[in-house]
């Protein structure tokens, strides 16, 4: 299957940092990525879906100024997180669809803690 | 607007024997796509299975086999000899065709499998 990988795979930073996380389609090119957030024992729920050359199209309750999302190539997308606060902390998680093909793959998530 | 249930939060199996998690789904759509996938302790989905919604038989990958059962909205996963490696959570997941492909995602089952 297709290679997704994000980094960092692990942060902590101080309340009011902000935090850039990269999800990079290794060996295929991928005009949509989507961001998901994880709570604990919960299922992943879609953040936003990334839209290379375009803004992204964020779920209802997403701040768009707190995520900010950017898709600058066709393998490269960025999710940063704006003066983050202790109720960010989550597992974030990305993934890309080969076009043409019916399944995402997913990296291998960004575990964040914000103390 | 689609909806995934998994009604199972968490189920015991014994190595070697087979299992069953089950997914029901909700959708106008007539076109859809069905996915599994798990999801170890350490984060990563891993892809399992995938069923087109046009699909005439049930998809089988390796010891992954989908029950889809269109009439009933049901795509159940069944797990055959169970190894103690498929201890995780396992997500289904429905691709909505109409909203850029973005996946909306079951509540997960924890599988544990005893040795």
């Known amino acids: 299957g297709a290679v997704v990988s994000q980094h960092p795979s692990r942060v902590i930073c101080k309340s009011g940092t902000s935090v850039k996380i990269e999800c990079r389609s290794l060996d295929f090119q991928a005009t949509t990525m989507f961001w998901y957030r994880q709570f604990p024992k919960q299922s992943l729920m879609l953040m936003a879906t990334?839209?290379?050359?375009?803004?992204?199209?964020?779920e209802q309750g997403v701040e768009k100024d707190k995520f900010l999302i950017n898709h600058a190539s066709l393998t490269l997308s960025t999710l940063t997180v704006t003066s983050a606060h202790p109720e960010d902390s989550s597992f974030y998680i990305c993934s890309a669809r080969i076009n043409g093909e019916e399944t995402q793959y997913f990296g291998p998530g960004t575990r964040l803690l914000v103390l | 607007a689609q909806k995934i249930t998994q009604t199972q939060p968490g189920m015991f199996v014994q190595e070697k024997e087979a299992v069953t998690l089950d997914c029901t789904y909700d959708?106008?759509?007539?076109?859809?796509?069905l996915f599994w996938y798990k999801q170890p302790s350490s984060g990563e989905m891993i892809f399992l299975i995938y069923?087109?919604?046009?699909?005439?038989q049930n998809a089988t990958e390796g010891r992954y086999s989908l029950n889809f059962q269109k009439a009933r909205k049901s795509a159940n996963l069944v797990i055959s000899a169970s190894q103690l490696g498929d201890s995780a959570m396992y997500f289904c997941a429905m691709r909505d065709l109409n909203a850029g492909n973005m996946l909306t995602f079951g509540g997960g089952t924890r599988l544990m499998v005893k040795p």
């Open positions: 069923q087109g919604s046009y699909d005439q």
């Open positions: 990334s839209n290379e050359g375009s803004k992204a199209t964020y």
């Open positions: 959708t106008s759509d007539p076109s859809y796509g």
